[in-house]
Structures are given as C-alpha cells and as structure tokens.
T-cell receptor, first 114, second 112 residues
Framework: DAGVTQSPTHLIKTRGQQVTLRCSPK?????VSWYQQALGQGPQFIFQ???????QRGNFPDRFSGHQFPNYSSELNVNALLLGDSALYLC?????????????FGSGTRLTVV | EDQVTQSPEALRLQEGESSSLNCSYT??????LFWYRQDPGKGPEFLFT???AGEEKEKERLKATLTKKESFLHITAPKPEDSATYLC?????????????FGKGTKLSVKP
C-alpha cells in the first residue's frame, strides 16, 4: 500500500523563480495538507485542500498557492521565490473525519533557493 | 494563540536508560494531540493520537500520556534505533482538522 508520494525529492531554484511541488495522497485519503519545515524547526501549516477547495490557510503570503485534482492529488506553487523559502515541504494526507488514525506524511521535497 | 513547547531540545541516553520527553501546550479547545517520530531527511511518522486528559497509549518501548496542559512520551529501555527527533503537535477546535501546530521537537540520541 503506497503511502504519500511527493515529487521531486530535491530542487534548486533561483530567487524570483516559480516552483511547483506535487503530492499523491495515501490510497483512500481525500484530504491533503501542506507544511513548510525550516531546518531545526517543527513543520508549519501552509494550507489544506478538501473536495478541490482550499479549506483553511496558515500564515503564509499569497505567493503560496495550491490546487487539488479530482483524483485527490495536489500541487503547491510558490511564486517569486525568496531565500527564506528554502525548506523541506511536506504533504500530509488523511480521510476527512478520521483524525484518530493520524495524518500520513510524505518524505517531503527539499527546496533550496539560491 | 495556540502554542506547543517541547523540552528538552536534545536528549542523550545510554541504551537501556529510560526517560521522558515533555510537550506543553496551550490551545483554544483541544481536538487532539499527536506524537510523531522524524528521522533525518524524512517526513514525520505517526506514533499516537491522544484526545482527553488521563488517556494513555503504548507502542513497543513508547508510552504517551496526556494531561490538561501537557503530554509526556515515556521511553522505556531505549535502543539505538530509537534515535530520532520526536515531534508533538496539537489540533485545536479553532482550526480545521489537519491544521496541526507543531513544537520544535526533541532530538533523541541513544548510544550503545
């Protein structure tokens, strides 16, 4: 049973560029959340998608946007990259209303902005 | 504002030396408290969910407990393979399900 799959695993971008990260949720899950984890910090909530709609958003600027597709997969887009956007980007999936089973995280995409 | 504080930041144990990790939280209504394990360069791996004060859950050498203000992760007779960063997170009724607020984690090193 495949867990959460994220691509690419590593990415290097230049300041000002745009990037798209991808996430396939665990089989049977319908909700996807995105997190940013800076080095030595805990993950920070960016936003969550359910039924192809953004359900809630954390304290991140509009440069961060997302999308969920009918097959529940999701994309995270970041425009006008800043050096401070360098981090591990994590995707977590779940089945709506089943939090007691926990949220399943992928291995993340390591983004480096130079 | 919902907040999670974990202590200590780092903990070094000898194999077999039991100890506890602390997670203090303030939330506007606790929906759930989660413990995760994270290995270097990997995503967090789910360990436990706790919902109400007094609740306890166990898995192999790990036992998580919950009070109204904090949670403990007890590690009994740890082995080197237990070395990892342990993350605590809360989900509050002020946010949606899946909006987890994480602490910075406790980095555990177990020496043989």
């Amino acid at each position: 049973d495949a867990g959460v799959t994220q691509s690419p695993t590593h990415l290097i971008k230049t300041r000002g560029q745009q990037v798209t990260l991808r996430c396939s949720p665990k089989s049977g899950h319908d909700t996807v959340s995105w997190y940013q984890q800076a080095l030595g910090q805990g993950p920070q909530f960016i936003f969550q998608y359910y039924e192809e709609e953004e359900r809630q958003r954390g304290n991140f600027p509009d440069r961060f946007s997302g999308h969920q597709f009918p097959n529940y997969s999701s994309e995270l887009n970041v425009n006008a990259l800043l050096l401070g956007d360098s981090a591990l980007y994590l995707c977590a999936s779940s089945l709506a209303g089943q939090a007691r089973y926990g949220y399943t995280f992928g291995s993340g995409t390591r983004l480096t902005v130079v | 504002e919902d907040q999670v504080t974990q202590s200590p930041e780092a903990l070094r144990l000898q194999e077999g030396e039991s100890s506890s990790l602390n997670c203090s939280y303030t939330v506007s209504g606790l929906r759930g408290l989660f413990w995760y394990r994270q290995d270097p360069g990997k995503g967090p791996e789910f360990l436990f969910t706790l919902y109400s004060a007094g609740e306890e859950k166990e898995k192999e050498r790990l036992k998580a407990t919950l009070t109204k203000k904090e949670s403990f992760l007890h590690i009994t007779a740890p082995k080197p393979e237990d070395s990892a960063t342990y993350l605590c997170a809360v989900e509050s009724y002020g946010g949606s399900q899946g909006n987890l607020i994480f602490g910075k984690g406790t980095k555990l090193s177990v020496k043989p």
